[in-house]
C-alpha cells in the first residue's frame, strides 16, 4: 500500500523510537481528518485543542488526541443523506465511526474500535493492530498505537469559527476554532482540570512567547467556566492574567514537564518552559 509505504518513511525519521512514534501518530492523525473530511464531518465539527494547534499553527509539540466541538449539528451529513439528522441529544458516532473505518481499511490499515456515546463527550478510541511491531517501535506484536477522538456535542456557546486549507500529509480543509477561541478553551482546562496536565500549560506557554495572538474570547470563556461550575469571579480584560497566575502558582511544575517531555520537538522550548517564565510572560 502506498499509504503504508509514506507511514514508514515519516515514521524513519525518528531520532528516537518516541519520536517515531510521535510522527507515526501524527501521519495517521492527518489520515483521519482526512477520512473525516470526505465524510463531511468537518462541516458540523470544529477541531480544538493541541493538535489543532500543531495542525493549523505549528505548536512545537506532538499531540495525542483528536478534539471537536459540534459547532453546526444542524450541517450533519456523513455522504448517504442530505442534512442526515444525526443530532437528536445524542451524536451519531456509529455513523462517524464507519466513515472513519472505510478510510482507514482503504488504505491498509486493520484498526480496532470502542466508543463511548455520552450526553456531553463523544469518544471513539481506534487502535491500529501490529502497526508498532510492522515500523519496528515494539517486539509486541499485539500492542496498538492508540488515537483518540474526542466530540463535545455540547460545547458552551460564543466560540468564533475559522477555516484553513492546509497540508500536512494530506491536504486538508478544516472547519476549527480562531485564534482567541482556541486560548479561551486552553486558559478553561488550566482553569477547571482537577489534575496537573503538563501540556496545557506547555501551550499556554507557546501561546503567551507569541505577542501578536489575540486575547482569549472572553465570552466563549466565561460560557465554558459556568457550564463546568465554576466558582471563581467572571473572567475580564483587566482580571484573567492575575486569576491564572494564581492558578499556575498551585500547580506541579516537575510533573507538568515531565508530562510534555515525550511530546517535544528537539529545541529551546524544553529549557525555557518555566512557571517563572510562564509567569513573567502573563
Not at 58 to 71: M, N, T, Y
Not at 131 to 150: C, F, K, M, Y
Request: without cysteine.
Amino acid at each position: 500500500m502506498v499509504m503504508k509505504e509514506e507511514l514508514i518513511a515519516v515514521a524513519s525519521r525518528g531520532r528516537s523510537e518516541i519520536e517515531s512514534r510521535n510522527l507515526a501518530r501524527e501521519y495517521l492523525q492527518a489520515r483521519i481528518l482526512l477520512g473525516m473530511q470526505e465524510a463531511g464531518a468537518m462541516i458540523p465539527l470544529a477541531f480544538q485543542g493541541g493538535t489543532a494547534l500543531r495542525f493549523l499553527y505549528g505548536l512545537p509539540r506532538f499531540s495525542e488526541d483528536l478534539d471537536f466541538a459540534l459547532e453546526r449539528p444542524e450541517h450533519i451529513d456523513f455522504g448517504e443523506h442530505e442534512q442526515q439528522a444525526a443530532f437528536n441529544g445524542v451524536f451519531d458516532l456509529a455513523r462517524l465511526e464507519q466513515r472513519i473505518m472505510t478510510s482507514l481499511k482503504r488504505e491498509g490499515y486493520e484498526v480496532a474500535t470502542k466508543r463511548k456515546s455520552a450526553r456531553t463527550v463523544n469518544i471513539l478510541m481506534l487502535g491500529f493492530v501490529g502497526l508498532l511491531n510492522e515500523l519496528g517501535l515494539s517486539p509486541h506484536g499485539a500492542q496498538l498505537l492508540r488515537i483518540r477522538i474526542d466530540i463535545d456535542t455540547r460545547p458552551p456557546s460564543g466560540a468564533t469559527l475559522s477555516t484553513t486549507i492546509i497540508r500536512r500529509h494530506a491536504l486538508l480543509h478544516l472547519q476549527h476554532h480562531d485564534r482567541a477561541s482556541l486560548l479561551a478553551g486552553k486558559i478553561h482546562a488550566i482553569l477547571q482540570r482537577t489534575w496537573t496536565k503538563g501540556r496545557d500549560l506547555f501551550d499556554l506557554f507557546w501561546y503567551l512567547s507569541d505577542r501578536t495572538w489575540p486575547e482569549p474570547n472572553l465570552t466563549l470563556l466565561n460560557n465554558a467556566l459556568e457550564q463546568t461550575e465554576w466558582e471563581g469571579p467572571a473572567l475580564s480584560a483587566s482580571n484573567w492574567r492575575g486569576i491564572v497566575s494564581t492558578r499556575l502558582r498551585t500547580l506541579d511544575w516537575v510533573a507538568a514537564q515531565r508530562d510534555v517531555a515525550p511530546f517535544l520537538e528537539p529545541g529551546p522550548e524544553s529549557t525555557l518552559f518555566t512557571m517563572e517564565n510562564v509567569l513573567g510572560m502573563l
